[in-house]
């Protein structure tokens, strides 16, 4: 069974401070994803790296896969409130039908 | 709007009772995923169809079953209903890519 490890469980920043996110697996995975999630809703897909050693950037996010393909990272520069919700890493696609996801990080930005 | 059609978004009923998920895939795409979040478990996989065929199993319960139908949208029915199973259940669709997974707003199931 491919688990996938996301610290840490919850985070509360001030709005401009950095933060990072971790997610990591002692299997090997075929892609990661990070998806965000708002009360409510359903996951929204944000990236996905497929490459080992892959650095992926959206607006203020760096998305980075580890070169075994076991870990990836989400770092945040200058949160703003509007990044609060939940960060959830899921690894497979592709070939692999079904996404393995980790249990997220809730992350607070307060203003 | 993701594209992803899902029917009920909320849902309360008896435990023992019956109760059917609808999910409408995003237009073109031919995979179904079902998953179920409870806030111990996290996001757990139930079931995968693909252009009306099952294609992979995950934690799914025999009190549950799937199905996905000619239009493409399928049904997730769950019987014999217990107080754990309260959930939100969501439904994915996958692009052609293999990678491009649009998730719906999920129904929140409560079985008191």
């Known amino acids: 069974t491919q688990l996938l490890e996301q610290s840490p469980q919850f985070l509360s920043i001030q709005e401009g401070e950095n933060l990072t996110v971790y997610c990591n697996s002692s299997?090997?995975?075929?892609?990661l994803q990070w998806y965000r999630q708002e009360p409510g809703e359903g996951p929204v897909l944000l990236v996905t790296v497929v490459t080992g050693g892959e650095v992926k950037k959206l607006k203020r996010l760096t998305f980075q896969f580890g070169d075994a393909r076991k870990d990836s990272s989400l770092h945040i520069t200058a949160a703003q409130p509007g990044d609060t919700g939940l960060y959830l890493c899921?690894?497979?696609?592709?070939?692999?039908?079904?996404?393995?996801f980790g249990k997220g990080t809730l992350l607070t930005v307060n203003p | 709007d993701s594209g992803v059609t899902q029917t009920p978004k909320h849902l309360i009923t008896a435990t023992g009772q019956r109760v059917t998920l609808r999910c409408s895939p995003r237009?073109?795409?031919?995979?179904v995923y079902w998953y179920q979040q409870s806030l111990d478990q996290g996001l757990q996989f139930l079931i995968q169809?693909?252009?009306?065929?099952?294609?992979a199993k995950g934690n799914i319960l025999e009190r549950f079953s799937a199905q996905q139908f000619p239009d493409l949208h399928s049904e997730l029915n769950l019987s014999s209903l217990e107080l754990g199973d309260s959930a939100l259940y969501f439904c994915?669709?996958?692009?052609?890519?293999?990678?491009?997974?649009?998730f719906g707003s999920g129904t929140r199931l409560t079985v008191v």
């Open positions: 899921a690894g497979g696609g592709g070939s692999n039908y079904k996404l393995t």
């Open positions: 994915a669709s996958r692009d052609r890519s293999g990678y491009g997974y649009t």
């Open positions: 169809y693909y252009n009306g065929e099952e294609r």
């Open positions: 237009s073109g795409d031919l995979s």
């Open positions: 299997s090997v995975f075929s892609s």
